[in-house]
T-cell receptor, first 114, second 115 residues
Framework: AQSVTQLGSHVSVSEGALVLLRCNYSSSVPPYLFWYVQYPNQGLQLLLKYTSAATLVKGINGFEAEFKKSETSFHLTKPSAHMSDAAEYFCAVSPNTGFQKLVFGTGTRLLVSP | DAGVIQSPRHEVTEMGQEVTLRCKPISGHNSLFWYRQTMMRGLELLIYFNNNVPIDDSGMPEDRFSAKMPNASFSTLKIQPSEPRDSAVYFC?????????????FGPGTRLTVL
């Protein structure tokens, strides 16, 4: 079975600081990986996805993530945090065949202080 | 594009009552997903439809839960009878294709409280 582990239920950064949200996956076959963001009282919005093309994936709002097979990781980064980045972030994994059956991590809440 | 529409946005009901959640996917999308989000279990896929046909319902918790998609623009998730442990936020999502590379678009969710 596929799964993802997100390290840290809460991450706090100052505005302008680097954002790093960690995600490690477990899968017996090469997976597809996704990062979603959830703002309060809203649904999830796709930030970026890895589907076996380039290992460095750029997404919306200045976020990017790098697929590292040797480390089974797909960490999310942003060079400079903005107050509007405060939200909950979910990493998800899906098989690379068949339909997109997303398995989500437990989420990381990003707090941004002025 | 209006996005995925869910109704109601909030539902409060008493244990034992029937609850029906509704979803209108994005026009032209052929795949529809129902998810449940709770503090204890996080986000879980309940059921997936492709071209109005249920493909995978392995996430449906028990027989009290049922889902239908009578046409391409409407789906329902029904709980009968409801129990307090069903309290959660229920999300509907749709995607254009059934492909594993496609993007799922989520609705705003229905917050269900069962007293």
């Amino acid at each position: 079975a596929q799964s993802v582990t997100q390290l840290g239920s809460h991450v706090s950064v100052s505005e302008g600081a680097l954002v790093l949200l960690r995600c490690n996956y477990s899968s017996s076959v090469p997976p597809y990986l996704f990062w979603y963001v959830q703002y309060p009282n809203q649904g999830l919005q796709l930030l970026l996805k890895y589907t076996s093309a380039a290992t460095l994936v750029k997404g919306i709002n200045g976020f990017e993530a790098e697929f590292k097979k040797s480390e089974t990781s797909f960490h999310l980064t942003k060079p400079s945090a903005h107050m509007s980045d405060a939200a909950e972030y979910f990493c998800a994994v899906s098989p690379n065949t068949g339909f997109q059956k997303l398995v989500f991590g437990t989420g990381t809440r990003l707090l941004v202080s002025p | 594009d209006a996005g995925v529409i869910q109704s109601p946005r909030h539902e409060v009901t008493e244990m034992g009552q029937e609850v029906t959640l509704r979803c209108k996917p994005i026009s032209g999308h052929n795949s529809l997903f129902w998810y449940r989000q709770t503090m204890m279990r996080g986000l879980e896929l309940l059921i997936y439809f492709n071209n109005n046909v249920p493909i995978d319902d392995s996430g449906m918790p028990e027989d009290r839960f049922s889902a239908k998609m009578p046409n391409a623009s409407f789906s329902t998730l029904k709980i009968q009878p409801s129990e307090p442990r069903d309290s959660a936020v229920y999300f509907c999502a749709s995607s254009r294709l059934a492909a594993s590379t496609d993007t799922q678009y989520f609705g705003p969710g229905t917050r269900l409280t069962v007293l």
